[in-house]
Structure formats: structure tokens, C-alpha cells
């Protein structure tokens, strides 16, 4: 074996071990446990229905098939202690795919924005869809509002206004949805 692949190796296996001594506090779940879940999955769902209708590549029936099984489980903590530098690292939220859970951070979601809030429920579900790995390839356009895709080729000038049509829509939904988001979250309160 080389040497960087013993190396890479050794790595990996430290990340691995990393993970298996990965905290997640589970508290008892008389603070909204259930209702937070709810409301990750919800926001999840409704952001991977948004970005599909933005980009013909993806395709909703088969992420919902995928997804369909995966638990959303809110714990206090999120955290990790690196070896190799004994640094603790915290998390937001976390999907574990050994158990197909999502795992996240109530406090944190608390404080996150509309956009965060859709990135990071999309971004956990696409993982779960293997679809997403770190790079929020898919997610990551609720942040650069990159929601419809097909204004990245040219087209005649009905496919244009078609375009136009699109991205005026999943805008109009963009909007309608952080609106519901607020409203859980008030409702919550």
C-alpha cells in the first residue's frame, strides 16, 4: 500500500472513529420535540418540491421515495470531538445514514433565517436522497437565488418568457413559503 493511501486510510478511519464518539444530547421531549420534527420535515419537503420545479434534472416522486423512511429527531447538542487535533466541532444538523435520521439543533433552527432554514432542511434530505454530499450543490441556490435553472441556457425568445414565467413563480412560492415558515414559528411561541 502507498503511502497516501495509508495515509488516507488512517484518516478516514480517525473521521469514522470521530463520528462514532460524536455527542447528540437527547433531552426528554416535553419542549416541542415533536412539533419542531414537524416543522424541520415540513420545511425540508417544501424546499426540495420548490428546487425540483426549478430544475427539470431532479425528480420529486424519486427524492420522496428515498426520503420517505428517514426520522427527523431535534437534539440539544450536535457535537463531535475531532482526534487528530482534539478539536470539538458542532453541528446544526447532522444526517446519519447508518440510521437514516436526520438529527438537528432546535435552538439553532430557531435562529436561522427563511433561506438558512430551507438550505439546511433541503441540504440534510438531499444528503439522505444521496443526491448532496458537503458541497450544497442543490441547497445552496435558496442562498444565491438561483431557484430555476433554465435561465443558464440560451433559448428562443418563448422559452425566454417561458423561463421569465418560472422564475417569477418559484419567487411568488419562495416568498408564499417563508411566509408559512414565520407562521410556525409564531405559532410555536
Known sequence: MKNSARVQ???SLLFLASL??????????????????AEFATVGRSAIELLTQGDPKLSLAE??????NTKVIPVPHLCYKEPVY????????????????????PTKW????????LVLAAHEYFRAAQ????????????????????????????????CADLVGTLEYKLSVLC???????????
Open 131 to 162: 443526491l448532496e454530499t458537503e458541497d450544497y450543490f442543490y441547497s445552496g441556490r435558496f442562498l444565491n437565488d438561483d431557484l430555476a435553472q433554465c435561465w443558464k441556457k440560451p433559448g428562443t425568445p418563448k422559452e425566454q418568457l417561458e
Open 110 to 117: 430557531d435562529e436561522m433565517s427563511c433561506k438558512q432554514k
Open 9 to 11: 486510510l488512517i484518516l
Open 86 to 105: 482534539n478539536h470539538e466541532y458542532c453541528q446544526d444538523a447532522h444526517y446519519d445514514q447508518l440510521q437514516n435520521v436526520i438529527l438537528f439543533v
Open 63 to 68: 427524492i420522496n421515495q428515498k426520503i420517505a
Open 20 to 37: 462514532a464518539n460524536a455527542r447528540t444530547f437527547r433531552g426528554n421531549d416535553s419542549g416541542g420535540g415533536i412539533v419542531l420534527s
Open 179 to 189: 411566509q408559512r415558515i414565520k407562521n410556525m414559528k409564531r405559532s410555536r411561541e
